[in-house]
């Protein structure tokens, strides 16, 4: 006779963004137990499904797919929970699922279809980003950077970057978040010229803005 039972962890919350600890499924068969470690987040809907908890299991092997099964679905359940609130990019859900302790192999069947129906999208989700960004005083490679760091290659972006912000612009952005920072010397060119390059605006952009706003040149 199989039974089984459903062990989560104290400590569920990561520490500093890091792996949520493991939860565990105790399989008990005759004389034997064995550990089958799963998500927390599967060990807590296992532990209180009433239709889990009722299904009879003849084998071990059979309590373990049913175990994989609940996994893929709770894990396409809290991706789309995660997208429900905002959009992100396709390694960010990867790297959010997996440090909530799925497969990886799971994550990557589970968000390719949605990639393919067109739930979860990259251009979609680069297009908010960049808008956001650009509205908070970013400059055009801070924006890169950030984007290439979540997986979104800006070169495969149509439109890059004029469609968003026209690069000759720049100057005049940076003008803009230059005269609204306060900056006491001693040395107050170079940490004007430091707090735009921060923002992600060029050196020589970064170094004309501060010059211009600082010395009227």
Do not use: H
């Given at each position: 006779?199989i039974s089984w039972?459903?062990v989560t962890?104290?400590?569920a919350r ?20 064995e ?5 927390q ?7 209180g ?5 009722e299904t009879p299991?003849t084998s ?13 679905m709770?894990?396409r ?11 992100y990019?396709y ?11 799925f497969?990886?192999?799971t994550?990557v ?5 949605m990639?393919?129906?067109g739930?979860?999208d990259d251009?979609?989700?680069a297009?908010?980003f960049i808008r956001s960004?650009?509205?908070?005083g970013?400059g055009?490679e ?10 979104v290659d ?6 890059w ?6 690069p000759d612009?720049?100057?005049?952005r ?6 609204r920072k ?5 040395n107050a ?6 707090f ?8 020589d ?13």
């Amino acid at each position: 006779m199989i039974s089984w039972e459903a062990v989560t962890s104290e400590c569920a919350r990561p520490y500093r963004g890091g792996p949520v600890p493991k939860g565990t499924i105790q399989i008990f068969n005759d004389e034997t137990t064995e550990s089958m470690p799963v998500p927390q987040a599967v060990a807590r809907y296992i532990r209180g499904s009433k239709q889990f908890g009722e299904t009879p299991y003849t084998s071990v092997q059979e309590l373990k797919d049913a175990v994989r099964a609940v996994t893929g679905m709770v894990a396409r359940s809290r991706a789309l929970r995660m997208l429900e609130r905002r959009d992100y990019s396709y390694k960010e859900l990867l790297v959010r699922l997996t440090n909530e302790g799925f497969d990886k192999a799971t994550c990557v069947s589970i968000l390719n279809d949605m990639r393919s129906s067109g739930v979860l999208d990259d251009t979609r989700f680069a297009e908010v980003f960049i808008r956001s960004k650009l509205s908070s005083g970013w400059g055009i490679e801070r924006i890169r950077r950030e984007l290439a760091s979540r997986g979104v290659d800006t070169e495969r972006l149509p439109g890059w970057p004029y469609d968003y912000a026209d690069p000759d612009d720049e100057f005049e952005r940076a003008m803009g978040i230059a005269s609204r920072k306060r900056v006491r010397e001693p040395n107050a060119y170079a940490k004007l010229v430091r707090f735009l390059m921060g923002r992600g605006f060029s050196t020589d952009v970064s170094m004309r803005a501060a010059k211009q706003t600082l010395m009227g040149d």
